[in-house]
């Protein structure tokens, strides 16, 4: 098995709220945390649904920059860190694009400079550093909705290559009226709700928040003395180079990403127990999964258990993979698969063994969890029990 990298700290940011005890929580008993977007007026795009992050101060941060600072703080603590020397390694999609929209506002209304320096991608990784200290490589990362969990496969590259011992990697986005507009308008957004493997299903429904988690190497872990939540086994990202919006139909290349990260991690497609599915809810993207997981996995497709953690709190979009990864890592810590709600009527194509409503306590020596993005862009991590 190739070298791994140890999660010893977890922190998120999501639509419950602050905090990892917060998410698992409701989570785990199949809370939707959707409700209408407030921070913009929805009322005229294709939905007013949400995922967004309530009472939340960003201590005068940009508000993408400032849930990536709570989040890293979170899962620094947990781990013991302070200052020293680790790895920084953030993935979006928007960046802070809300200060790109206030900025532009001020230009219009005739302001003479516009500061866009809070809507690039470095203002996340300089605030985190700000808060938490510590020196090391730093890198921004943009691969759509994959952006998360492309950064916790970066992390891993990062310590067997022995850039870091230790690296802080996940995922950030806010929610912005110019993101939702775009969405809305490639029709990604659910009419209703966000309903994984329904019948009816048409689409997804956004969120925003953040989630960090500490990677560290074996040989740090344990002369820390660092408590190990899960073991980042493999990764494997790839781009299908099919279509700037549409899924490529015959699924080759998510198919592809999850036997590159299998190998990656040196298993084979039986030892995998569980699967935190993109599950997006719209209607290629469920279908295509599907065909996906039985490609790769065959027979065996059907004694894993699969959810759509996207059915509770919506879709993170860059933050999606990250806060996705964490929640599989506590599923792994606490043997226990969340639920995937909101499904009506089942699609009788869409055969997978979904834990549908109440969450399944079961033994998780092995669980894969995807991100897909626009563009052809696609993750897959393995995580493995401590």
Sequence with gaps: MATCGCITGIGIVSPYGCGRHLFWEKLRAGVSALRPVTRFDASGYRNTLGGEVPEFDTGGRERAAAFAVRAAREAAEQA??????WGLV????????????????RRLGGEALADLSAFLP?????????????????????????????????????IRAGRAEIVLAGGYDALSETAFAGLSALRAIARDTIRPFDRTRDGTIFAEGAAVLVVESEASAARRGAPICARLLGRGINNDAFHMTAPEKEARGIAAVMRMALADAGLAPEAVAHINLHGTGTPYNDQIETLAVKSVFGAHAAKIAVTANKSLFGHAMGAAGAIEAAATCLSIRDGLV????????RDPALDLDVVFDTARPMRLPVALTNSYGLGGTNASLVLGAS
């Design 122 to 158: 470095g203002a996340a990784l300089r605030a985190v550093r700000e808060t938490l200290g510590g020196e090391g490589p730093e890198a921004a990362v943009s691969l759509s909705c994959a952006s998360g969990a492309a950064a916790l496969g970066t992390a891993l590259e990062w």
């Design 80 to 85: 013991g860190l302070s200052g020293g020397s």
């Design 90 to 105: 953030l993935g979006t999609n928007f960046g802070g694009m809300p200060a790109g929209e206030e900025a532009f506002r």
């Design 338 to 345: 969340p639920p995937t709600v909101g499904c009506r009527e």
